[in-house]
């Protein structure tokens, strides 16, 4: 039986099963995964896959489930994962172009709530998954079908779930999941990103001191003003000391062997954290963004609270600041930077932290994401990079699994894809689907497949 597929049929099939996906209502909060997972229950079973061996759903919460399918290889090698979430952020109907969760095909393109983030990559999973069974691919490496809950809320009923109370259903050498292989227009460049690192969180709240009075008699030793002051100095201090992380050093060093001098030269100055101190003061808008979020710990106040009447100076006076740390750095770390702008007379009260993480870019499996990706676009860049928010990877990671986002595809010049994502009328297009089907299947062929 050919393995190939006929890719116009399966884009076809993506494309039908996106849009049921999609009309699933799975908003997280407050989560609500089951009539997406009943879909793909419904797909697996209608190929035949219908035995506890083939699939299971285990629910971690009334409504909150997660479906494990698997094709058994002949053990000769640990499993490859690959793992999407069905539940998807919250939208404002009344803003969007068509309806949230439609799942309608307009102009090419496939409309709704999750296309992107991750229902597209899900129902591309999928069907790599199906083509293996149809295909009775035979396997050294166990194939793992992992459709989850709660990523966009905290992971407690998704990968944290599985990782703590079902690890024998996801245990894995290798996994892949959301976050790179598609197309980021950058000036002349089309970048391919693979992730291998995303950052840490550390919620922490700064508290400023103050001496409390009648808000008729002021006086200086307001805790408003000294929060004032402490959050202008993270203001015009820019961003905290840069560190050079081995995932950062690979980036820099991949693209610049893929573009032309003097361009390379300045790539290559940028694994110094002198030559990135020196740019960042010229750059400015996304790239300075960006560059800040890769290289060094950052921090942003966001929730403040001070009072609890108008005509009463407070005692008190604090800010929540959500710091994303690198990969190495600790919680520890960073609140040593953060107080080193602030100065003296601030206490700081630890809120959440998550561990982040970093994978290796000389593993088989990172060469050939890489080496299939660039097949996707021969004059694309394709790099090794870190997510600056967070995936389940730093989840998965706490069970020993080496994981990659990896979702490839090619998408049309001026797609607004970084703005969608949890954005008003998000949609993803069908060739980004033809394109990113091949890739995915290869991958699986040549990483699973015995000899």
Same mark, same amino acid.
């Not at 009344?94 to 307009?106: H, L, T």
């Not at 690890?167 to 460049?189: H, K, N, V």
């Not at 991949?254 to 003097?262: L, S």
């Given at each position: 039986m050919s393995t190939q597929p006929n890719w116009g049929e399966a884009t076809q099939e993506t494309v039908n099963h996106l849009s049921r996906l999609i009309q699933a209502e799975t908003v997280n909060p407050p989560g609500n995964e089951l009539p997406a997972i009943l879909i793909i229950k419904d797909i697996l079973e209608?190929?035949?896959?219908?035995?506890?061996?083939?699939?299971? =759903?285990?629910?971690?919460?009334?409504?909150?489930?997660?479906?494990?399918?698997?094709?058994?290889?002949?053990?000769?090698?640990?499993p490859l994962l690959l793992s999407g979430h069905v539940d998807v952020v919250p939208v404002e109907r009344? &803003?969007?172009?068509?309806?949230?969760?439609?799942?309608?095909?307009?102009n090419g393109e496939v409309w709704g709530r999750g296309a992107l983030d991750m229902k597209g990559f899900v129902a591309m999973y999928l069907q790599t998954f199906l083509q293996a069974h149809r295909t009775k691919l035979p396997l050294k490496r166990d194939l793992i079908l992992a459709a989850i809950a709660d990523e966009e809320a905290g992971f407690d009923h998704g990968s944290k779930f599985l990782v703590t109370q079902?690890?024998?259903?996801?245990?894995?050498?290798?996994?892949?999941?959301?976050?790179?292989?598609?197309? =980021?227009?950058?000036?002349?460049?089309r970048i391919y990103a693979i992730q291998v690192a995303e950052k840490g969180v550390t919620w922490m709240k700064l508290i400023a001191q103050g001496k409390p009075g009648h808000a008729s008699l002021p006086h200086e030793e307001n805790a408003v003003f000294?929060?004032?002051?402490?959050?202008? &100095? =993270?203001?015009r201090a820019a961003h905290l000391p840069v560190h050079i992380t081995p995932t950062f050093q690979a980036m820099v060093s991949?693209?610049?062997?893929?573009? &032309?001098?003097?361009t390379s030269l300045l790539l290559r100055g940028l694994a110094l954290p002198w030559v990135v101190n020196q740019v960042l003061k010229l750059l400015k808008g996304y790239p300075k963004t960006l560059l800040t979020a890769l290289t060094t710990n950052t921090c942003t106040p966001t929730v403040l609270q001070a009072g609890q009447k108008t005509n009463v100076i407070p005692a008190e006076a604090s800010v929540h600041l959500d710091c994303r740390r690198l990969p190495g750095q600790t919680p520890e770390d960073v609140m040593k930077e953060v107080l080193a702008l602030t100065g003296e007379g601030f206490r700081l009260e630890p809120l959440d932290t998550s561990p982040g993480a970093e994978f290796p870019t000389d593993s088989p499996l990172y060469r050939l994401l890489e080496e299939e990706t660039h097949k996707l676009d021969p004059q694309g860049i394709v790099i090794p990079m870190m997510m600056p928010g967070a995936t389940d990877a730093c989840v998965y990671r706490e069970a020993g699994i080496t994981m990659y986002g990896f979702t490839p595809g090619r998408l049309p010049e001026g797609f607004p894809v970084l703005s969608l994502a949890h954005g008003h009328d998000e949609r993803l297009p069908i060739s980004f689907i033809e394109s990113g089907l091949p890739v995915l299947w290869e991958v699986i062929r040549k990483f699973c497949a015995a000899p």
């Open positions: 209608k190929e035949g896959l219908r035995s506890p061996e083939d699939f299971v =759903i285990v629910e971690s919460a009334p409504q909150r489930v997660n479906l494990i399918a698997r094709l058994r290889g002949d053990g000769s090698w640990r009344e &803003k969007w172009s068509r309806d949230p969760f439609g799942g309608e095909v307009v079902h690890r024998d259903l996801i245990e894995a050498e290798y996994g892949l999941t959301e976050g790179g292989a598609f197309t =980021i227009p950058l000036g002349q460049w000294y929060l004032a002051q402490a959050i202008e &100095k =993270i203001r991949k693209a610049a062997a893929q573009v &032309k001098f003097p």
